[in-house]
């Protein structure tokens, strides 16, 4: 209702329908996210030996590899659907912004959940819902006052940019303060068989 009130419902599809193309491609995750996490289960009383940080890295690889086939697929997507979905000339260039933003987001959340992961190997998901709450209300806040800016569409992308980033910082603190990353000299190594068994689980 609040983004209906501000924009028009051409401008409003336009955001549903780069969201849901975005949305598609995320689709390439193929349930790895939760292989990772149940992985480092495994492996968080091994910090000694570094196959706890060296999980955590393969993970964090894992959702690069992950994040950058999305950013590729994504910007190349941006250039043809124009036309392909025949968007009118004058939300051209909107839409291509729009999903060109939506794909980064997406990008970056790949490889950021390495974060909700360690949360949940340590049976943290209370906190782990948390920092979702927090990115609501972030997203919210901005949305609003994106809006009352006079930003237009682009509020709806500032404010899944902000909810991402606060999603991201507070899990990332979360971790740190509970110790719940390896230590200086225990981050083991990046695992080629685990990476291999990361995508085949």
Not at 79 to 101: E, N, Q, T, Y
Not at 130 to 142: D, N, P, T
């Amino acid at each position: 209702p609040l983004a209906l009130f501000f924009l028009s419902k051409v401008e409003f599809g336009l955001w549903a329908v780069s969201l849901q193309i975005v949305n598609y491609l995320a689709l390439i995750d193929l349930g790895m996210g939760s292989s990772i996490a149940r992985i480092l289960i495994d492996h968080k009383d091994q910090r000694d030996n570094g196959r706890y940080g060296g999980t955590i890295q393969t993970g964090l690889l894992v959702g690069a590899v992950q994040g950058g086939l999305i950013l590729i697929a994504g910007l190349i997507l941006t250039w043809f659907l124009p036309d392909l979905l025949r968007v009118p000339p004058g939300l051209a260039k909107s839409f291509f912004w729009l999903m060109a933003g939506q794909t980064l987001i997406a990008a970056a959340s790949f490889v950021s959940r390495v974060f909700g992961q360690v949360l949940f190997a340590w049976q943290r998901l209370d906190l782990h819902n948390y920092a979702q709450v927090v990115q609501l209300l972030a997203s919210f806040a901005v949305l609003w006052w994106g809006f009352a800016l006079g930003w237009g569409i682009y509020s709806l992308l500032a404010a899944s940019a902000a909810g991402w980033a606060c999603n991201t910082a507070l899990s990332a603190w979360i971790c740190w303060r509970l110790r719940l990353l390896p230590a200086s000299g225990q981050w083991g190594a990046i695992s080629r068989v685990q990476f291999r068994d990361m995508f085949g689980y």
